[in-house]
């Protein structure tokens, strides 16, 4: 396992000392970075390696400050399997995305700067190259203006990633908000970048450019803790979906893969509105032009349940 911390504040010239921030400002950012940062080591490391990022934080100075830690799973699997020189760490894949300085040393060496570069301009054609000392890199050729720049493929397919793309905005919704104009991202105290409103146009444009281009077909799949009720139980152990209220919502789950049939049935029965405290996955279809289906919903494990009530006991004709 590999594990690096890196920060992330959000400043205002004119807010002062406050140090506070709205929750639903704040949430998605919050979210965006893990989604971004997920995407990145299954760039860089492959689907089997696992990322999640913790946060740390402390509230200090005159922002909002939050410590992050990206640590990533398998790192150790994945080396072996790699190579040294292949496997990426916790604080290579903070490097690459350009929220550690690092050893991408180009204008357009990281993933943000990248972004930056591109100013949502589209692409007219990338070639790879392949003399020794370029060896899996690009050159990026813009539409227009001819201008080029030559990138790591890892970024210009993280660059082409609409999931990553759409975090990237939403890690950025912070500004033009509460009087937030600027992002930094940081190592310890050190100050790695710093985001403002001209290169939020930028970074925004082509994350855009970059979603509408892509023709995304892999379905979206979230993986989030959720409470849901009983709505409609089924008295079959074998039956793989039950009814849920989730929200206002009233949805099929697959619970094929948990208990919760069986200790319903050895309990006596299921009454509405008991709830269970899940892990859920939300997967979402996405067809060949872009269109999202319905979400489907599977329970991945059960965290707590919480009865509705005792369950009746069923009268007997004898008794008196």
């Not at 660059?159 to 908000?177: I, M, V």
Request: with cysteine; glycine share 6%.
């Amino acid at each position: 396992m590999s594990r690096h911390e890196f920060s992330v504040a959000y400043l205002g010239k004119d807010r002062g000392d406050d140090h506070s921030i709205d929750v639903q400002t704040l949430a998605p950012a919050l979210l965006a970075f893990g989604r971004l940062l997920r995407e990145a080591n299954s760039e860089f490391n492959g689907k089997k390696s696992t990322a999640k990022v913790l946060v740390v934080s402390d509230f200090e100075h005159k922002c909002f400050n939050i410590n992050f830690e990206l640590v990533v799973g398998l790192y150790e699997q994945v080396r072996q399997l790699l190579s040294t020189e292949q496997a990426q760490s916790a604080k290579n894949v903070l490097e690459w995305v350009g929220i550690l300085g690092g050893p991408p040393a180009t204008v357009a060496g990281t993933y943000l700067a990248y972004l930056k570069w591109r100013r949502g301009r589209k692409i007219e054609s990338v070639t790879p190259l392949i003399d020794s000392d370029r060896t899996g890199t690009v050159e990026v050729r813009i539409q227009g203006d001819d201008a080029t720049v030559h990138v790591h493929q890892h970024i210009y397919n993280l660059a082409e990633n609409p999931k990553a793309l759409r975090a990237t905005r939403d890690a950025l919704l912070p500004l033009g908000q509460e009087g937030f104009d600027t992002v930094q991202l940081k190592e310890g105290d050190v100050v790695v970048d710093e985001i403002k409103d001209d290169d939020v146009e930028h970074i925004v444009a082509s994350c855009n450019v970059g979603i509408e281009e892509t023709k995304e077909t892999e379905p979206e799949v979230e993986v989030t803790p959720a409470w849901l009720s009983v709505y409609s139980p089924v008295y079959d152990e074998r039956a793989p979906s039950w009814r849920f209220r989730l929200g206002k919502d009233v949805i099929y789950a697959d619970i094929s893969e948990t208990n919760i049939a069986h200790e319903a049935l050895e309990r006596g029965g299921a009454m509405v509105e008991d709830a269970y405290q899940v892990k859920l996955e939300i997967t979402t279809e996405i067809d060949s032009a872009g269109k999202k289906g319905e979400p489907s919903y599977k329970v991945l494990e059960v965290i707590r349940f919480v009865p509705a009530g005792p369950i009746a006991k069923q009268s007997s004709l004898f008794d008196e």
